[in-house]
């Protein structure tokens, strides 16, 4: 090997790796999406109205943003509810992911079916299947059916939180109406925080098992406890992981079809054919979403720099 050539370290290669995995979205960005991206800020900037041509563009400058912020209340509105919504939803589905993916990286017997069983809600939750569930089929069809054989109306998930009587339990223990209202809340999205769980239960599984046996022996061998292996290093070495699903779940909760901002800017767009103004309340929430990525970012990231310091 010649003198003025080094070889390349493993985190460089890895480095190369990473551009060579995202090159097709990149290249995708630059020349499919870009015209849309560009496109889509003109209709925010003016009146779009479809013509039997194409379309007329009316330049009204910031206008419909005015609206958004000044006119429309319903905009405002929607947008606190659906930031209080995915943040509500976001510590849950962390937290069962991590939980199950722990479960699941113990040695038992059966553990590849059940495995499977977390993550089939991700296939089921695509597709055809995706959208009987938004369009709340089955249950329109137990209304008018008049329930179950048994007698047991639609509202089966409703009737069976209220015979839990979750509030009661919570309150009896005395705690804050605001850690009352967040255990309701959980209790009343638990189908949906299992659902959304999917993905992230696998990357967490994957991260568990990077982790060397011998990091834990060596645990062992100097008499720490399970929960200070946990606290002091499963839970550290998964910091990068832990950034990777706060990201892919907030991502997926702002996008998400269910999501009252989605709703509204559909409604917006499609249905009262306000194509400008629904554009700029799409791209103003798009600025949102992408000032909390940045906030995650910097709140996670001197755990994961900490980390790659230590396997330096």
């Given at each position: 090997?010649?003198?003025?050539?080094?070889?390349?370290?493993?985190?460089?290669?890895?480095?190369?790796?990473?551009?060579?995995?995202?090159?097709?979205?990149?290249?995708?960005?630059?020349?499919?999406?870009?015209?849309?991206?560009?496109?889509?800020?003109?209709?925010?900037?003016?009146?779009?109205?479809?013509?039997?041509?194409?379309?007329?563009?009316?330049?009204?400058?910031?206008?419909?943003?005015?609206?958004?912020?000044?006119?429309?209340?319903?905009?405002?509105?929607t947008l606190v509810a659906s930031v209080l919504e995915t943040f509500t939803q976001i510590p849950?589905?962390?937290?069962?992911?991590?939980?199950?993916?722990?479960?699941?990286?113990?040695?038992?017997?059966?553990?590849?079916?059940?495995?499977?069983?977390f993550f089939v809600p991700v296939v089921l939750s695509t597709g055809v299947i995706q959208q009987?569930?938004?369009?709340?089929?089955?249950?329109?069809?137990?209304?008018?059916?008049?329930?179950?054989?048994?007698?047991?109306?639609?509202?089966?998930?409703?009737?069976?939180?209220?015979?839990?009587?979750?509030?009661?339990?919570?309150?009896?223990?005395?705690?804050?109406?605001?850690?009352?209202?967040?255990?309701?809340?959980?209790?009343?999205?638990?189908?949906?925080?299992?659902?959304?769980?999917?993905?992230?239960?696998?990357?967490?599984?994957?991260?568990?098992?990077?982790?060397?046996?011998?990091?834990?022996?060596?645990?062992?061998?100097?008499?720490?406890?399970?929960?200070?292996?946990?606290?002091?290093?499963?839970?550290?070495?998964?910091?990068?992981?832990?950034?990777?699903?706060?990201?892919?779940?907030?991502?997926?909760?702002?996008?998400?079809?269910?999501?009252?901002?989605?709703?509204?800017?559909?409604?917006?767009?499609?249905?009262?054919?306000?194509?400008?103004?629904?554009?700029?309340?799409?791209?103003?929430?798009?600025?949102?979403?992408?000032?909390?990525?940045?906030?995650?970012?910097?709140?996670?990231?001197?755990?994961?720099?900490?980390?790659?310091?230590?396997?330096?």
């Open positions: 090997m010649s003198a003025g050539k080094r070889p390349r370290s493993k985190l460089g290669r890895e480095k190369y790796m990473g551009w060579f995995f995202v090159a097709p979205f990149l290249l995708g960005i630059v020349f499919i999406f870009s015209k849309v991206l560009v496109l889509s800020i003109r209709f925010s900037l003016g009146d779009m109205t479809p013509t039997a041509a194409g379309y007329t563009l009316e330049w009204n400058s910031f206008a419909n943003y005015y609206e958004m912020l000044f006119v429309n209340a319903d905009v405002l509105k849950l589905i962390l937290i069962f992911s991590l939980f199950a993916a722990t479960l699941l990286n113990q040695k038992f017997r059966g553990r590849a079916i059940f495995r499977a069983i009987l569930q938004y369009n709340d089929t089955l249950l329109n069809s137990l209304s008018s059916t008049g329930g179950f054989n048994n007698g047991v109306s639609a509202d089966t998930t409703g009737a069976l939180l209220n015979a839990l009587d979750v509030e009661k339990f919570v309150s009896n223990i005395q705690f804050s109406p605001q850690i009352v209202n967040y255990a309701v809340s959980a209790a009343n999205n638990i189908y949906d925080v299992v659902i959304k769980s999917g993905v992230q239960i696998l990357l967490f599984l994957a991260a568990l098992q990077a982790i060397s046996p011998s990091i834990y022996e060596s645990a062992n061998i100097e008499g720490a406890s399970g929960w200070e292996i946990f606290w002091k290093i499963t839970l550290p070495m998964l910091a990068p992981m832990i950034l990777a699903n706060t990201v892919f779940t907030l991502v997926d909760s702002f996008t998400s079809p269910t999501n009252s901002l989605m709703k509204l800017i559909n409604t917006l767009s499609f249905e009262q054919s306000r194509y400008g103004l629904g554009a700029a309340v799409s791209w103003s929430y798009c600025v949102i979403v992408a000032a909390f990525l940045l906030l995650v970012y910097l709140i996670f990231s001197r755990f994961v720099q900490y980390q790659q310091r230590d396997k330096k």
